[in-house]
């Protein structure tokens, strides 16, 4: 298969998000490249963790504990890290969790964006 982001060289799926790929590419891969199955929880769970976050920058929700039984099915869908990426989250404590370590109001401005790109690539 060819790859999705030059559409020129094969490349293994999940093939990797391109390091300018916009939110809403990101959005639309993690919708367009994962079953409904798969996404029914996932999906749910990271609008929950961007919608938190927009609504109320604190640090219990600049924090995704990835040892979370929920957590760790929702991210292990295509492309759900990368989307938390996209919001700004990062890898902390040799990959137990993430955090958002956005300066200021630029944590929630982001989860915004990201929770309204996601919303829009789902019921595309």
Known sequence: AACRQTRR???PPPCPPKATSTM?????RYAEENT??????SARILSTLLGNLAREDTPKFRRVNLQN???????????AMAVLEAAGFESVEGGAAMESKLPGDQASARAAQLAAALDTALSA
């Open 9 to 11: 060289h094969p490349c």
């Open 24 to 28: 809403s590419d990101i959005c639309a």
């Open 36 to 41: 409904r199955e798969a996404l029914s929880g």
């Open 69 to 79: 039984a929920k957590i760790q099915q929702s991210v292990a869908a295509r492309h």
